[in-house]
């Protein structure tokens, strides 16, 4: 049996935001692509994930102090993210995420962002290995 990797279900060559981008744009980005994860890079470098809870949260926090306006990618992500190889068995990757609570992980090979595998894929491709499995009785 073959064991399917990260790389062979990801979404390649996924959509990311500078971290001198403002907010605004990232928000944008979202809602047009209808996503909610955006890596955000400095140059091909990954630095942070950028989720539609940290904007949705951002603008809830929102006042005189805290003007989202003046806000970039790179102060609103999480740093680090979780990132595998393209090569990181799939079963590792959801234990991970699963474990970690987090709802994605970014492909990385050779310090590049080559894709990115959603919690929206995951259970895209659970449906996809369901309806492929024949049910004896």
Known sequence: MTTLTIGSVMTPAPLT???DDPLDRARRLMVRHRIHHVPVVRGEEVVGMLT???LHLISYLANDLLREADLVAGDACVPDPYTVPPDAPLDKVLRDMGERRIGSA????NGRLVGIFTAHDACTQLAHMLGAMTVFE
């Open 52 to 54: 539609d809870r940290d």
């Open 17 to 19: 935001v500078s971290e």
């Open 106 to 109: 970014l492909v990385v090979r």
